[in-house]
């Protein structure tokens, strides 16, 4: 069992990585302020961890609220039904709030925590291995719009993230491999040897080993927990673990929520990242098609969707959280391991990456 820390202070917390911790009860039990407990999850991971859970908690009341799974119910509907089972069972202030899930339910359990009687306690337990490396971690919550995609929610922190790894081998390839797309992403912002493991342990990885995901899950945290610590609210250097998520935003808005995972709209995003990076001058062919190359090795998709045509992705993202005073601003790369935040190109630029030829790059060799 590892334990890293999120520094905020008086609101600082830990993330504990380990296998079977759903069932070591006073992993939770240090955290809970009262006696009542409701766990939000949703259909499909309700029957695999909500009894186990429940048992660690024995002592406390505890409030099931079982949702619909999937983004599609990222929404205002659903998270009323979070909120109709609190009142229903008179959860009170002191309640605490447990997302068991991946980062759809831990999205909308900590929005309800942040707003329900104006701020109850709240725990990450995710199960998904997006929702571990990134979504449990640093206090986005919220839902979507049918207009744009998290464009209503809160920062608010949880009092503990709990990561059991054993979670994982429940988790469909597809899923996994989302997953993956955000643990890249860190190696390519911020951590550039950490982008060498990966390539020497992505089949590993796409295996379940254990020592493997547990690693990558650490250097994950790890990086998410140090950008966080220096910029909770995202007015600077957090803006860059968007890399890949608004042209990503764009991809699921377009297609519906839930047709593209997360995960694989944040890849093809990324690819499209990469080309803009690579027509700026600030990364060669090379490193661009070895990031590349990384991505579709970890089962991912490296070419945008082919019903999307520049004007499409153009009106999605002017719908997009880092669109300040009317400027679209983009996460690019200077250099693999270095990202930066700029409104500063020109739209001839961004127009011939919105039109350029994917399908070619996917098909390159990798260098």
Request: with cysteine.
């Amino acid at each position: 069992m590892q334990t890293l820390q999120v520094d905020l202070g008086e609101r600082s917390y830990p993330i504990t990585i380990g296998e079977q911790l759903i069932d070591q009860a006073e992993l939770l039990s240090r955290h809970i302020r009262g006696k009542q407990v409701a766990i939000v999850t949703n259909d499909t991971v309700a029957p695999l961890y909500l009894e186990r859970l429940t048992r660690s908690l024995a002592g406390y009341s505890v409030t099931p609220v079982v949702l619909p799974d999937g983004e599609a119910h990222k929404n205002w509907e659903t998270l009323q039904s979070i909120f109709d089972a609190l009142l229903a069972a008179r959860h009170d202030r002191n309640t605490t709030i447990i997302a068991l899930g991946g980062g759809v339910v831990g999205d909308m359990a900590g929005f309800a925590a942040a707003s329900y009687q104006r701020g109850v306690s709240f725990i990450q337990v995710p199960t998904t291995l997006l929702s571990q490396v990134d979504s449990s971690v640093g206090g986005k919550t919220g839902i979507n719009h049918p207009l744009g995609k998290n464009m209503i929610g809160a920062f608010y922190q949880p009092q503990a993230v709990l990561i059991d790894t054993a979670t994982l081998t429940t988790l469909p390839a597809r899923e996994l491999s989302a997953g993956l797309a955000e643990v890249i992403k860190y190696g390519l912002i911020c951590d550039e040897p950490f982008l060498g493991w990966l390539e020497d342990n992505v089949d590993r990885l796409r295996a379940l080993d254990q020592q493997a995901l547990t690693e990558a899950i650490r250097r994950s945290c790890a990086a998410k927990a140090r950008v966080v610590g220096a910029d909770e609210r995202e007015s600077g250097i957090r803006a860059t673990l968007n890399l890949g998520h608004t042209f990503g935003h764009a991809i699921e808005t377009h297609q519906g929520y839930g047709v593209w995972l997360h995960g694989e709209a944040v890849s093809a995003g990324t690819v499209m990242a990469l080309e803009m990076s690579r027509r700026l001058g600030w990364i060669s062919a090379a490193e661009q098609q070895r990031a590349v190359s990384l991505l579709a090795r970890a089962g991912l998709p490296v070419v945008p969707p082919a019903n999307m045509r520049a004007e499409d992705f153009l009106e999605h993202m002017a719908v997009d959280k880092k669109v300040l005073d009317g400027r679209l601003r983009l996460v690019l790369l200077k250099r693999l391991g270095e990202a930066v935040v700029t409104s500063d190109f020109p739209r001839e630029v961004l127009e011939s990456t919105l039109n350029a030829n994917y399908d070619s790059l996917a098909q390159a060799p990798s260098t």
